[in-house]
């Protein structure tokens, strides 16, 4: 059985920076591309990051030069580094897997709630 596990949110000032981290298990996790993505109160789920294999990310405009995505194969870990944080980024923020040669994200974790103040 897959499970994706986030934790690291909370809330955080303007300019703030926050951790995520995301446990992979039940799956051959160096098999998968982990991305990161996030929903606002009454917005669409968005595309954040993706790590589509170490040292290869790819990032939402929205995001690039603030976040970072990083992964550990040893540890079946995803992290995602937020830094100088502004209220447009709180959202739920979930994990995904996706087979490297699937179409779709296969797997999502629960989300976490990142919480941003003005």
């Known amino acids: 059985q897959v499970q994706l596990v986030e934790s690291g949110g909370g809330l955080v000032q303007a300019g703030g920076s926050l951790r995520l981290s995301c446990a992979a298990s039940g799956l051959t996790f160096s098999s998968y591309l982990m991305g990161w993505f996030r929903q606002a109160p009454g917005k669409e789920r968005e595309f954040v990051a993706v790590?589509?294999?170490?040292?290869?990310?790819y990032y939402a405009d929205s995001v690039k030069g603030r976040f970072t995505i990083s992964r550990d194969n040893a540890k079946n870990m995803v992290y995602l580094q937020m830094d100088i944080l502004e209220p447009e980024d709180t959202a739920i923020y979930y994990c995904?897997?996706?087979?490297?040669?699937?179409?779709?994200?296969?797997?999502w974790g629960q989300g976490t709630q990142v919480t941003v103040s003005s």
């Open positions: 995904a897997a996706k087979g490297r040669l699937a179409n779709e994200y296969a797997y």
């Open positions: 790590e589509r294999r170490i040292g290869n990310p």
